[in-house]
C-alpha cells in the first residue's frame, strides 16, 4: 500500500543498456521515497545515474527491472500513450538548457505550455500568476534574449509550473548560472514546495547545494551511497 506521506516509491529499480563492449547497468538496484511536497535532491559526478533515475522516476524512460509507484501507479507498468497522459497532466520539467521558444516573450512562452498540457481555462491570467510566484511579473513581455540567464531558467521554472503538476523534475537547473543565482533558483524551489505544495526533484553536481533539500540521495556507480 502507497505512504500517503511519499507520492513516489522507487523499489530496485535497475537499467541496463546494451553498448558495442556488451551490456552496461547505469542503476544497480535503487530504492529511494519521494516526499509529497518537499524539495528532494539527487547528487552525484557526471555518470553517476542520476539522470537515467531522473528520467526513470519522471516516466520518460523504463526501468529494466523494479517498480516506481507514482500517486499510487506502477509507471514501469504504463504503456507509451498513459506514459505520456501522466507527464502531460501530472508532471512538469525544468532542464540545463531552457529551451524557451526565442520568439515568444515570457507569458507568451508560458501559455504556450499551458495549451500543449491541454490547458482550457485562462491561459493569460495563469501565466501571469506563474511569473508572478518566480518574481518576473515585470518581465512577462521581454524576449529570451532581453533575459540573463537567471531569468530566463525562472520563465521555465513558470512554465514548468503552469499546469499545476504534482511534482517537477529539475536536470541541473542550475547548471549554467553562477553561484549567487543557483543559490535564488533553490530559494524559489524552497518557496514552491512550501508555498503552492508542489514536490520538486532536483539532480545536481554542485557542492555548494548539497544542503539545501528536505531529503538528500547521493549516487556513484548507479548506487545509492548516502542518503
Not at 500500500?1 to 511519499?6: A, D, L, P
Not at 521515497?33 to 524539495?39: E, K, P, R, S, V
Not at 485562462?122 to 510566484?133: F, P, Q, V
Not at 521555465?156 to 535564488?184: C, S, Y
Request: with cysteine; proline share 3%.
Amino acid at each position: 500500500m502507497e505512504n500517503s506521506r511519499n507520492i513516489i516509491e522507487a523499489r530496485n529499480v535497475k537499467r541496463r543498456f546494451k553498448t558495442s563492449g556488451g551490456e552496461f547497468w547505469a542503476l544497480k538496484g535503487i530504492d529511494m521515497d519521494i516526499a509529497t511536497g518537499g524539495l528532494t535532491i539527487l547528487k552525484g559526478r557526471s555518470g553517476s545515474g542520476k539522470t537515467t533515475l531522473l528520467n526513470i522516476l519522471s516516466a520518460l524512460d523504463k526501468p529494466t527491472d523494479g517498480s516506481v509507484m507514482f500517486l499510487g501507479r506502477d509507471i514501469a507498468k504504463l504503456d507509451e500513450k498513459e506514459r505520456t497522459l501522466l507527464r502531460r497532466r501530472e508532471i512538469g520539467f525544468v532542464f540545463q538548457s531552457v529551451a524557451l521558444v526565442p520568439m515568444m516573450s515570457a507569458a507568451e512562452n508560458v501559455e504556450f505550455a499551458l495549451r500543449m498540457a491541454g490547458g482550457h481555462g485562462d491561459n493569460a491570467k495563469r501565466a501571469a500568476e506563474c511569473l508572478h510566484m518566480v518574481g518576473l511579473s515585470n518581465r512577462m513581455t521581454h524576449l529570451p534574449q532581453e533575459m540573463s540567464g537567471g531569468e530566463q531558467q525562472r520563465v521555465a521554472i513558470a512554465r514548468a509550473l503552469a499546469h499545476n503538476p504534482k511534482v517537477i523534475f529539475a536536470d541541473e537547473p542550475t547548471g549554467e548560472l553562477d553561484t549567487m543565482m543557483a543559490l535564488h533558483i533553490v530559494r524559489i524551489f524552497q518557496e514552491l514546495t512550501k508555498e503552492q505544495g508542489v514536490t520538486i526533484v532536483m539532480t545536481t553536481h554542485d557542492p555548494g547545494l548539497m544542503d539545501v533539500g528536505d531529503a538528500l540521495y547521493e549516487l556513484e556507480d548507479g548506487e545509492v551511497v548516502h542518503e
